[in-house]
């Protein structure tokens, strides 16, 4: 089994300053998942969005607040909390500590695909 060293993975920037690399998959599909690992900097939020699959996140460092679709109001989330998201549910998460918020997700699909709301 291949070791994969995240300090050695590019790293893309995402508007608002969040950044994030793929651990697991590439652009060719190439993997029946996708896995990465988001840095996201005090007082940033993901915008609401869906995926049209599962997708799993883990937070590891930091804090925030995640808000689901048909759960009710955004609820805190911290180290040690996972979101399990069905597909097409939208949902979003504000960073609220005064450090970055790291999070790992998993997305049950070989490419990334995110549908924003504007």
Same mark, same amino acid.
């Not at 808000?67 to 048909?70: A, C, E, S, V």
């Given at each position: 089994m291949p070791i994969?060293?995240?300090d050695s993975l590019p790293e #893309? %920037?995402?508007p608002g300053g969040?950044?994030?690399r793929t651990i697991v998959g590439d652009e060719a599909g190439s993997t029946p998942i996708r896995v990465?690992?988001?840095t996201s900097p005090p007082g940033y939020s993901t915008g609401i969005h869906a995926h049209p699959y599962m997708e799993?996140? =883990?937070v590891l460092e930091g804090e925030g607040v995640a808000? %689901?679709?048909?759960e009710g109001d955004p609820a805190p989330i911290r180290p040690g909390? =996972?979101?399990v998201l069905p597909a097409n549910t939208r949902h979003s998460f504000t960073v609220t500590g005064n450090v970055p918020l790291r999070t790992c997700g998993v997305h049950a699909s070989s #490419?990334? %695909?995110v549908a924003r709301e504007t």
């Open positions: 994969v060293r995240h #893309e %920037i995402f969040a950044s994030y990465g690992v988001q799993v996140v =883990t808000w %689901i679709d048909g909390d =996972t979101l #490419e990334r %695909i």
